[in-house]
């Protein structure tokens, strides 16, 4: 069964500290990984995408990692600052079937809380 | 100003009654998605388009419908016969199936 598992439900951090968010999937085939930032009432925004060749992806103070072996993924929050208080998403994509499109497959997310 | 645009943001509905609920793009994206959002759960896809007049169902299609007569819009109706329809919709667009995903603000839909 396709699914993807976040860590921690919740987390709650001071201001200007690091953070460690993680994702483990069994989605097969794997066609790529996604995380996102949703703030609340809003459409989740885009942070990184990362295919199977690709260990690590940057996006400012935010840095995914990813291992296709073990089939896990980390999202490295630096110098953290209140903006950050979201939810994040990690999106697996399948590839596509003979018969079937690409299925997407959303973890339940991180709800991370950044303290002044 | 390209996005993906949804409205209305709040919706209040009677119990029994169908909605509609709008989701637009100028990004000129092919494929298009609804997805629904409740709390503590992930984002679980309704419906979902890759071209003009074809649509498919997702994962939990029961008591929506939706229509894709133009690339720009999809359009979601919530039925009377969706039993727990109270929730966030999302609405998306992508330029491929596999591509990154726009999304849309929401709506939030109540069922009084």
């Known amino acids: 069964k396709n699914q993807v598992e976040q860590s921690p439900q919740s987390l709650i951090i001071l201001e200007g500290k690091n953070c460690t968010l993680q994702c483990n999937y069994t989605v097969s085939p794997f066609s790529n990984l996604r995380w996102y930032k949703q703030d609340t009432g809003r459409g989740p925004v885009s942070l990184t995408i990362m295919t199977f060749s690709e260990n690590t992806k940057s996006n400012g103070r935010y840095t995914a990692t990813l291992d296709a072996d073990t089939k896990q993924s980390s999202l490295h929050i630096t110098a953290s600052q209140l903006s950050d208080s979201a939810s994040y998403i990690c999106?697996?994509?399948?590839?596509?079937?003979?018969?079937?499109?690409?299925?997407?497959?959303f973890g339940s997310g991180t709800r991370l809380s950044i303290q002044p | 100003d390209g996005g993906i645009t949804q409205s209305p943001k709040y919706l209040f509905r009677k119990e029994g009654q169908n909605v509609t609920l709008s989701c637009e793009q100028n990004l000129n994206h092919d494929a298009m998605y609804w997805y629904r959002q409740d709390p503590g759960q992930g984002l679980r896809l309704i419906y979902y388009s890759q071209i003009v007049n074809d649509f498919q169902k997702g994962d939990i299609a029961e008591g929506y419908s939706v229509s894709r007569e133009k690339k720009e819009s999809f359009p979601l109706t919530v039925t009377s016969a969706q039993k727990n329809p109270t929730a966030f919709y999302l609405c998306?667009?992508?330029?491929?199936?596999?591509?990154?995903?726009?999304f849309g603000p929401g709506t939030r839909l109540t069922v009084l």
């Open positions: 998306a667009s992508s330029k491929g199936d596999r591509d990154r995903e726009f």
């Open positions: 999106v697996v994509i399948t590839l596509p079937g003979y018969s079937n499109a690409s299925k997407i497959i």
